[in-house]
Nanobody
């Protein structure tokens, strides 16, 4: 069964840090680019960050740039999202998914339609 399993979420105070993990099973992760998305209550799922198959290129949304870093360890079939300086507006369920190729598509890379095999998500809550 092809799937991702996310973990590492939790409750953290503003300014704190978390590291999310996304473990792939049922396929070889290093053949695919991967993205992180998030969805806050009452809002649409939004793209957060992505990484190419070998980690050579990454990109992040302006809202998290400079605070979040995406990385991957293909030997462990795992992608990470390192989150620093967390803000209450970062509160959401965080999901990972793969693009169907080595690199994200040239267009539409920030859309949920561009990705496949979503995980179940991990909750991140930033609050005092």
């Amino acid at each position: 069964q092809l799937q991702f399993v996310e973990s590492g979420g939790g409750l953290v105070q503003p300014g704190g840090s978390l590291r999310l993990s996304c473990v792939a099973s049922g396929f070889i992760l290093n053949n695919y680019a991967v993205a992180w998305f998030r969805q806050a209550p009452g809002k649409e799922r939004e793209w957060v960050s992505c990484i190419t198959w070998n980690g050579g290129l990454t990109n992040s949304a302006d809202s998290v740039k400079g605070r979040f870093t995406i990385s991957r360890d293909n030997a462990k079939n795992t992608v990470y999202l390192h989150m620093n300086s967390l803000k209450p507006e970062d509160t959401a369920v965080y999901y990972c998914a793969r693009y169907p190729n080595f690199d994200p598509p040239v267009t539409g890379w920030g859309t949920t339609a561009a990705c496949e095999y979503w995980g179940q998500g991990t909750q991140v809550t930033v609050s005092t």
